[in-house]
């Protein structure tokens, strides 16, 4: 895991060597990270935490995201006061190939079958 410098504003990740299968899993499997691995999927660019309208409170949101970025599937960095987020795809697909995809678009036909709105 790199870690940051002492003051620094810098969060840890994983190293690609160090993101494990079994946490990629745990962390997909809520509803809510799922939910917020799909619209950076969709939208294909860093996001800031508040572009993601999350039905929980700030310090519950603040845990998924963290769930994320420790278990490898999102990077996070502060650029000025804004926490950016982005998908580590080039990380899991090396990884796991075709992993994501393949939940992604189960998740995306889940959200058809069961009529939830388009993100």
Known sequence: ?????A?????????RADIRLEAVLHAL???LRLR???ELAARQRELNCSEF???????????????L?????VR??????AKLNGLRRDDLDALFPGLLDH?????AREADRLGEPVR
């Open 36 to 38: 917020i691995v799909r």
């Open 29 to 31: 499997a809520d509803p």
């Open 76 to 81: 996070q960095v502060y650029r000025g006061t």
């Open 53 to 67: 309208p999350l039905p929980v409170t700030k310090s519950t949101s603040t845990h998924h995201f963290r769930v």
């Open 1 to 5: 895991m790199t870690t940051p410098a």
């Open 69 to 73: 970025r420790e278990s490898g599937v």
């Open 7 to 15: 003051g620094s504003r810098a969060l840890p990740h994983p190293e």
């Open 103 to 107: 939940v992604l678009d189960a998740a």
